[in-house]
């Protein structure tokens, strides 16, 4: 055996479950989970790792059944691990029903509406619109190669 | 009763009636066409419905696949 330099796998799960504070800026208030939002953003928006939080800029203009700040995810599955990799993925689809896209859109921002609607991450996919439509995002696999937010 | 074509993991359900940007509509007074489009990255499955060459329901079932992770490697790029 000899020693090995690593982040421990524990910590990355950790991490998710808001376990660790580094600075002194905790806001958290409860020991509950907070709530996580997907909005939907227009292609000509220019998310990306720079985003702090959710903004209504370039988000899909609120019509039918698509509101500003778009749809809560159904966490239904706490964060885990496997290997040496800390996942976590929402247990559910989420679905905008019934709306006409503003746009070509192509991009979700995932957000905690919780702490002061701080981005957690930007997804990209093909430009899509909808025409009195219905708009469902299916997750990946929750496992550690595949899942929505993975800390490998 | 939803008018709602509904991606039933195999293929889109046709309603008698689908809403569309003019109302509801007859299906059977409109043209329809469905594809996919599948890459590393994602599943995209959508169905349209045209009224004379006019979309005028679109709907679209997309799977994501594979997003980046948060590695040790970025997380040193930012210290």
Known sequence: MANSQAMCTSFKAELLNGVHAFGTTVARGGTGADTFKLALYLASGSLGAGTTAYSSTSELAATGNYAAGGNTVTNGSAPTSSGTTAYWTPSASVQWTSFTSSGSFDAALLYNSTQSNKAVAVFTFSAQSVASGTFTLTMPTNDSSNALIRIA | ?79
């Open chain 2, 1 to 79: 009763m939803t008018h709602q074509p509904r991606f039933n993991g195999a293929g889109w359900d046709d309603p008698a009636l689908v809403e569309t940007v003019r109302g509801l509509w007859p299906a059977c007074d409109l043209q329809r066409s469905d594809g996919a489009r599948e890459d590393e990255n994602e599943l995209c499955r959508w169905v349209e419905y045209r009224l004379a060459g006019e979309v005028v329901h679109r709907s679209v079932h997309l799977t994501l696949k594979q997003t980046p992770a948060f590695t040790e490697a970025a997380a040193a790029e930012l210290s």
